[in-house]
């Protein structure tokens, strides 16, 4: 069933001036203008389109594919505040109103920044709305999730232990700072991994790092990543403090060793008395 907000396939009924109208079953005919058509597009042909509301609150129909549909997350730009709330550039010619009510007054919304908001459809009028209120949007049951189990995390927002991610766009948990090599930012996406969920009260411990011999794996190649960035060498070795180490990859010394020692035994790199440096690969 064909609904505003979402992705659907429809036929083409009949070609008028404005444009082609489509069966969208129980919205109706709905209008999808002429330059959004498919080149040889004729009566009959069936077309992927997404629904949404024209700038005159009508159905309309488009192919333009949005940053986000109905039900999902997103890190959207404040391009207008109004007297009935903000807008959002979300890919459309219609811009994303953020209704007052689905604002946190504790985080006042500005122009020119970015948020992680909500994509719903309005109970009352049916009309595709975003929210920053995000934890009504989330599912605060205890998840079913194993530790070592891959997910896909979307960062919005920081705290003192550490960072607040949504977890396959559902439950919501935390990158522990210590645990987190990195800098990330609001709004990104990446990969994750669940560490646990907690007994007592359900919440979702995460981290970057796959568990056990893949950790070290994968901590080895972001070694590799800094000394590609740090044109060849990093001042970092096996006796520097435990403290440097954390401050550059989060992670303990042990891990550090373990990390630079597989590359040392790949001959990846050298370890030197000031630090370790990269190995140029042989021409070939």
Not at 7 to 22: I, M, Y
């Amino acid at each position: 069933m064909a609904e505003i907000g979402t992705w659907a396939r429809l036929k083409v009924l009949r070609d008028r001036s404005p444009g082609f109208f489509l069966n969208a079953g129980e919205l109706g005919e709905i209008l999808l203008p002429g330059r959004e058509a498919p080149e040889g597009t004729v009566p009959g042909d069936e077309i992927d389109v997404f629904l949404y509301h024209d700038s005159e609150d009508r159905p309309v129909a488009t192919t333009t594919a949005p940053k986000a549909i109905v039900g999902e997350f997103a890190y959207l730009e404040v391009v207008a505040l109004t007297n009935v709330g903000a807008f959002l550039n979300w890919g459309l010619p219609k811009d994303l109103l953020v209704p007052f009510r689905e604002q946190k007054t504790k985080v006042p919304i500005e122009v020119g920044r970015s948020y992680v908001v909500r994509i719903a459809r309005d109970e009352e009028t049916g009309r595709i709305i975003a929210s920053t209120r995000l934890a009504r949007y989330l599912n605060l049951e205890p998840a079913s999730y194993r530790p070592g189990d891959e997910v896909d995390l979307i960062i919005y927002g920081l705290t003192d232990l550490g960072t607040k991610a949504i977890v396959n766009g559902r439950h919501t948990g935390l990158l522990f700072a210590s645990d987190t090599f990195r800098r990330l930012f609001v709004g990104e996406r990446t990969r994750g991994y669940v560490v646990q969920v907690r007994d007592e009260d359900g919440k979702i411990d995460l981290s970057l790092y796959p568990p056990g011999r893949d950790r070290i794996e994968a901590l080895a190649e972001e070694i590799i990543f800094e000394l590609e960035t740090h044109r060849g060498f990093l001042g970092l070795h096996d006796k520097s403090p435990p403290e440097r180490i954390s401050a550059t990859f989060g992670v303990s010394k042990k891990a550090f060793k373990q990390a630079t020692g597989q590359l040392f035994r790949q001959r990846r790199i050298t370890l030197e008395p000031d630090g370790i440096r990269l190995v140029e690969p042989q021409a070939g």
